[in-house]
Nanobody, 115 residues
Framework: QVQLVESGGALVQAGGSLRLSCAVSGTIFGIFMRWYRQAPGKQREMVAASSGAGTIDYADSVKGRFTISRDNAKGTVWLQMNSLKPEDTAVYYC??????????WGQGTQVTVSS
């Protein structure tokens, strides 16, 4: 069983920065890791993705502002968020997909951006 724990969410002013962390119970070599977010009344959307092979992808809405990174040996994934906007307000979730079939989620961390 893979467990994920997110941290780093906070209340921040527009234009500010936050760094979210996702701690995974074990190493994450070869594991596809993603950050998602869900705002009130909206569907969960993918924000950033990091494949086990090094491919990285971002939602258009965060390109140039957010950066995903990982430490495979430590089992940790980060999401550096800069130039935050009120529309970035959401609960942010970490997701791991193991063996292309098993999907695991963390409990989420709240990010609130005030205008």
């Amino acid at each position: 069983q893979v467990q994920l724990v997110e941290s780093g969410g906070a209340l921040v002013q527009a234009g500010g920065s936050l760094r979210l962390s996702c701690a995974v119970s074990g190493t994450i070599f070869g594991i596809f890791m993603r950050w998602y977010r869900q705002a009130p009344g909206k569907q969960r959307e993918m924000v950033a993705a990091s494949s086990g092979a090094g491919t990285i992808d971002y939602a258009d809405s965060v390109k140039g502002r957010f950066t995903i990174s990982r430490d495979n040996a430590k089992g940790t994934v980060w999401l550096q968020m800069n130039s935050l906007k009120p529309e970035d307000t959401a609960v942010y979730y970490c997701n791991a997909v193991v063996d292309d079939s098993h999907s695991y989620w963390g409990q989420g961390t709240q990010v609130t951006v005030s205008s």
